[in-house]
T-cell receptor
Framework: DAKTTQPTSMDCAEGRAANLPCNHS???????VYWYRQIHSQGPQYIIH???NNETNEMASLIITEDRKSSTLILPHATLRDTAVYYC???????????FGGGTRLMVKP | GAGVSQSPSNKVTEKGKDVELRCDPI?????LYWYRQRLGQGLEFLIY????????KSGLPSDRFSAERTGESVSTLTIQRTQQEDSAVYLC???????????FGSGTQLSVL
């Protein structure tokens, strides 16, 4: 699996957009970008995934650069409940496990 | 139930004892994963089951760890002769075969005294 690089931590003001970057410069053509988050004392929760087109769902938007070497997860209006560790993962869409790196600890502040 | 269920939610044991952790995946999910998460750390892959294929055991840290799954149902993770370094949250996840979205349980907090 391609390795990902994320900032260790980020702060965001409540109500503002949270933009979480992820670098995956060694991504292969058949590897998807996945985002999960883990709120304290809970199991990780799926957020969104994409291959090359930008994606949006009820939770977030995923922007993938044209060369696919990086992506950004956008939470359009962050709330205090969005405080969590956010994991960016790249993986082919078949086969074995997802590998979780260190993630970004997002702190949403009032 | 609608989600992945794990039991017990908390387990306290003495060093040297064996423990068994249980995971009930979402019905119909053929893939099942076990991860370990030590305090303040990221997720560490342990083992993966996919249908009737041989499991991927590449993440098991030692031969004290083993896991079983019967068909596409319940899985049990067994830790023999527990050590203090086994203390962690053990997370189970399941997914549909061709869909990579994992659904996680709430985990079992294991404390080895």
């Amino acid at each position: 699996d391609a390795k990902t690089t994320q900032p260790t931590s980020m702060d965001c003001a409540e109500g503002r957009a949270a933009n979480l970057p992820c670098n995956h410069s060694t991504i292969s053509g058949n590897e998807y970008v996945y985002w999960y988050r883990q709120i304290h004392s809970q199991g990780p929760q799926y957020i969104i995934h994409g291959l090359k087109n930008n994606e949006t769902n009820e939770m977030a938007s995923l922007i993938i650069t044209e060369d696919r070497k990086s992506s950004t997860l956008i939470l359009p209006h962050a709330t205090l409940r969005d405080t969590a560790v956010y994991y960016c993962i790249v993986r082919v869409n078949a086969g074995n496990m997802l590998t979780f790196g260190g993630g970004t600890r997002l702190m949403v502040k009032p | 139930g609608a989600g992945v269920s794990q039991s017990p939610s908390n387990k306290v044991t003495e060093k040297g004892k064996d423990v068994e952790l249980r995971c009930d995946p979402i019905s119909g999910h053929t893939a099942l994963y076990w991860y370990r998460q030590r305090l303040g750390q990221g997720l560490e892959f342990l083992i993966y089951f996919q249908g009737n294929s041989a499991p991927d055991k590449s993440g098991l840290p030692s031969d004290r760890f083993s896991a079983e799954r019967t068909g596409e149902s319940v899985s049990t993770l067994t830790i023999q002769r527990t050590q203090q370094e086994d203390s962690a949250v053990y997370l189970c996840a399941s997914s549909l075969d061709r869909v990579r979205k994992l659904f996680f349980g709430s985990g079992t907090q294991l404390s080895v005294l």
